[in-house]
């Protein structure tokens, strides 16, 4: 999952980039509006959380081009205590939800997970598909009951996947949405990454049928 962070105050967008990670997401940063814009607008987010006043684009203005671009991507309004005048016009912008300045970290993943989720695994805070279970809130992968240990990268790939069941994914698609925006991508990092996963959840369960496919010249699919 992959969050954008538009936040001019360096000390709030530093600790929740640092937060954020630490829970498996991948994280970009903007310190103003304009280029918080032109980040949403060529990268692909799960979520961005937007602070409202901002230079240069204040946080209403980015989200109401968004959405007036066609940007459906969930966004997460933090605004000043108590000013219920901004969330209203925030909300009116286009914003899902808000969140008053300060706020604990905690609360923050907590709207920020709620805002992952897709509307039809509202209920399900475990992800399953087939006798693979991935638990996005105590990092546990499971496959036939036993436990499969992984590394955040390879957690937050399965975790993608895995809230795309039986989906052809690209590459693109893939890197967009698990690696951030400044990352180290060579041409063979999803392959690396979908190998060393492989080889955790499909090769030491050899009496199973295998989970990850390759679909050649398309991408990759979980699923049975
Ligand atoms: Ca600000």
Not at 18 to 29: I, N, P, S, W, Y
Not at 63 to 91: F, W, Y
Request: charged fraction near 30%.
């Amino acid at each position: 999952m992959k969050v954008l962070i538009v936040e001019d105050e360096h000390r709030i967008a530093t600790a929740l980039q640092k937060g954020l990670k630490q829970e498996r997401f991948a994280v970009d940063v903007a310190y103003d509006g304009a280029s918080g814009y032109d980040l949403a607008s060529v990268e692909t987010y799960d979520v961005i959380v937007l602070d409202l006043m901002l230079p240069k684009m204040d946080g209403i203005s980015v989200c109401k081009k968004l959405r007036e671009g066609g940007n459906h991507t969930p966004i997460l309004m933090l605004t000043a205590k108590n000013q219920v005048r901004d969330r209203v016009s925030g909300l009116d912008a286009g914003a899902d939800d808000y969140l008053s300045k300060p706020f604990a970290f905690e609360e923050l993943l907590a709207r920020v997970r709620a805002l992952t989720r897709r509307p039809q695994k509202m209920t399900e805070t475990t992800l399953k598909v087939s006798d693979l279970t991935l638990d996005p809130k105590s990092f546990e992968v499971t496959r036939a009951g036993k436990s499969v240990q992984l590394s955040s990268k390879e957690f937050a790939l399965l975790e993608y996947f895995m809230r795309n069941p039986n989906t052809i994914l690209s590459k693109e698609q893939l890197i967009s949405h698990v690696w951030n925006y400044d990352a180290d991508i060579l041409p063979n990092t999803v392959e690396v990454y979908v190998k060393k996963l492989r080889e955790k959840i499909d090769v030491p369960f050899a009496d199973k049928e295998p989970l990850l496919h390759t679909i050649r010249g398309f991408g990759y699919k979980l699923g049975v």
